[in-house]
């Protein structure tokens, strides 16, 4: 079953165009399944893929003989888990400057994008699109197409209708949006789902591109990443917690980043420089593979960490709308848990009993004189003049209209 995915429409905008066209992402998330949508409707195409391991070979060993049946008979190629391919990126470009006017689309899991050789061959000749896990827009889209209309449509909604975006809101921040939990029948075929994602897909790919004597290393790495969600990275303590040194730490938490499995939010400061220096937050890409790895799939009602799953999905939400995502902390401590776009202030907050906000942010808005700010919860709406700053209480869901604010 196929269910529309937001990169398809951005993809055939630039299927006319003469750059290849890379699609990234890590397992599961359903790039096959894309590209295979994108070709059922392209005219004089082929679909390939490397997993076929003579394909693969004769692309690594013959490349004139694979251009000659592949590429030169056809418009639109397709090539389906690139990765695989030994010096992808060089034999790539071959066929991308001896073929003229051939469209070629190829989807590549996390390995691809470590690889420098095979992007730095083709520069200039590739736009990279990367795949996630469902959005909730797209998991609403997919599970309750009704609704989600209504969702899209409607700025105001009904008790009825609110609750009914939370029911699903409150699943996807337990189980995540990968496409195969849309197909399970119940919560326990949703964590086996889930559990096998992490056992056989994440952890073997971390395997192969990470070296080291004890696999329970990186393991113990994984945890204390997704216990501590929306909080600083403390490098030392992450290589006490593993029993890596720090060095190591930091050059696996760079793999775990380019696996898209975690994202690292850097601090907001005027100064650019003292920016790069200090130390990110961390945010998993999707929630259902960070509840895996603690093995907690308990409701959000009765869980101590509902407010660290709001923040994750929140800065899921701004990230996949290409804004910039920051943090800010001052040296007195007052914290905010996201800048948007280096303007927007916007705290996270389980529910509120009134539309007020915190002394942090508050002294955010004196300091930098924002004029907008944003307090996402569960309950309250409205906005308050905060010197000359308009804060406004949105539903947490909002965050996936930032064209309301």
Same mark, same amino acid.
Request: net charge positive.
């Given at each position: 079953?196929?269910?529309?995915?937001?990169?398809?429409?951005?993809?055939?905008?630039?299927?006319?165009?003469?750059?290849?066209?890379?699609?990234?992402?890590?397992?599961?998330?359903?790039?096959?399944?894309?590209?295979?949508?994108?070709?059922?409707?392209?005219?004089?195409?082929? #679909? !390939?893929?490397?997993? /076929?391991?003579? &394909?693969?070979?004769? %692309?690594? *060993?013959?490349? +004139?003989?694979?251009?000659?049946?592949?590429?030169?008979?056809?418009?639109?190629?397709?090539?389906?888990?690139?990765?695989?391919?030994?010096?992808?990126?060089?034999?790539?470009?071959?066929?991308?400057?001896?073929?003229?006017?051939?469209?070629?689309?190829?989807?590549?899991?996390?390995?691809?994008?470590?690889?420098?050789?095979?992007?730095?061959?083709?520069?200039?000749?590739?736009?990279?699109?990367?795949?996630?896990?469902?959005?909730?827009?797209? #998991? !609403?889209?997919?599970? /309750?197409?009704? &609704?989600?209309?209504? %969702?899209? *449509?409607?700025? +105001?909604?009904?008790?009825?209708?609110?609750?009914?975006?939370?029911?699903?809101?409150?699943?996807?921040?337990?189980?995540?949006?990968?496409?195969?939990?849309?197909?399970?029948?119940?919560?326990?075929?949703?964590?086996?789902?889930?559990?096998?994602?992490?056992?056989?897909?994440?952890?073997?790919?971390?395997?192969?591109?990470?070296?080291?004597?004890?696999?329970?290393?990186?393991?113990?790495?994984?945890?204390?990443?997704?216990?501590?969600?929306?909080?600083?990275?403390?490098?030392?303590?992450?290589?006490?917690?593993?029993?890596?040194?720090?060095? +190591?730490?930091?050059?696996?938490?760079?793999?775990?980043?380019?696996?898209?499995?975690?994202?690292?939010?850097?601090?907001?400061?005027?100064?650019?420089?003292?920016?790069?220096?200090?130390?990110?937050?961390?945010?998993?890409?999707?929630?259902?593979?960070?509840?895996?790895?603690?093995?907690?799939?308990?409701?959000?009602?009765?869980?101590?960490?509902?407010?660290?799953?709001?923040?994750?999905?929140?800065?899921?939400?701004?990230?996949?709308?290409?804004?910039?995502?920051?943090?800010?902390?001052?040296?007195?401590?007052?914290?905010?848990?996201?800048?948007?776009?280096?303007?927007?202030?916007?705290?996270?907050?389980?529910?509120?009993?009134?539309?007020?906000?915190?002394?942090?942010?508050?002294?955010?808005?004196?300091?930098?004189?924002?004029?907008?700010?944003?307090?996402?919860?569960?309950?309250?709406?409205?906005?308050?003049?905060?010197?000359?700053?308009?804060?406004?209480?949105?539903?947490?869901?909002?965050?996936?209209?930032?064209?309301?604010?």
């Amino acid at each position: 079953m196929y269910y529309k995915r937001d990169l398809e429409d951005k993809i055939k905008a630039y299927i006319d165009k003469p750059e290849i066209i890379a699609v990234l992402g890590s397992r599961q998330v359903g790039k096959t399944t894309l590209l295979k949508k994108i070709y059922e409707e392209s005219k004089d195409a082929v #679909f !390939l893929t490397f997993e /076929d391991i003579e &394909l693969k070979l004769l %692309f690594e *060993e013959d490349i +004139k003989s694979f251009a000659k049946l592949y590429v030169e008979p056809y418009k639109t190629i397709f090539i389906d888990e690139f990765q695989y391919a030994k010096e992808g990126g060089k034999k790539l470009k071959y066929i991308y400057d001896t073929s003229n006017e051939k469209k070629i689309l190829i989807s590549g899991s996390s390995a691809m994008n470590l690889s420098i050789e095979a992007i730095k061959y083709l520069a200039g000749r590739i736009f990279v699109f990367y795949l996630y896990s469902f959005s909730f827009s797209e #998991f !609403l889209s997919a599970a /309750d197409k009704p &609704l989600y209309n209504i %969702f899209i *449509e409607e700025d +105001k909604f009904s008790e009825q209708i609110n609750n009914k975006i939370y029911k699903y809101l409150s699943g996807y921040l337990i189980y995540g949006g990968y496409p195969r939990i849309l197909l399970a029948k119940d919560d326990e075929e949703k964590k086996e789902v889930l559990k096998n994602i992490v056992n056989i897909y994440l952890l073997r790919d971390i395997k192969d591109l990470i070296s080291l004597a004890d696999e329970t290393q990186y393991y113990k790495l994984l945890k204390a990443l997704a216990l501590q969600i929306g909080n600083i990275t403390v490098y030392n303590e992450l290589a006490a917690v593993s029993g890596l040194d720090y060095y +190591k730490t930091k050059k696996i938490l760079a793999v775990f980043e380019k696996l898209f499995l975690v994202k690292f939010v850097t601090p907001y400061f005027s100064n650019k420089r003292i920016e790069i220096s200090k130390n990110p937050k961390v945010f998993f890409m999707d929630l259902g593979i960070r509840n895996a790895i603690l093995g907690d799939f308990k409701s959000i009602d009765d869980r101590i960490d509902k407010g660290a799953l709001f923040e994750n999905y929140i800065f899921r939400a701004f990230y996949e709308k290409d804004k910039s995502v920051k943090y800010y902390r001052s040296k007195s401590g007052a914290e905010i848990d996201f800048i948007i776009d280096d303007k927007l202030p916007v705290e996270v907050k389980s529910k509120l009993l009134k539309p007020s906000v915190s002394k942090s942010f508050h002294s955010f808005i004196q300091k930098y004189n924002p004029d907008k700010g944003i307090i996402l919860n569960s309950n309250t709406e409205g906005s308050l003049l905060i010197d000359k700053c308009n804060v406004l209480f949105l539903k947490h869901y909002m965050a996936e209209k930032p064209e309301l604010y």
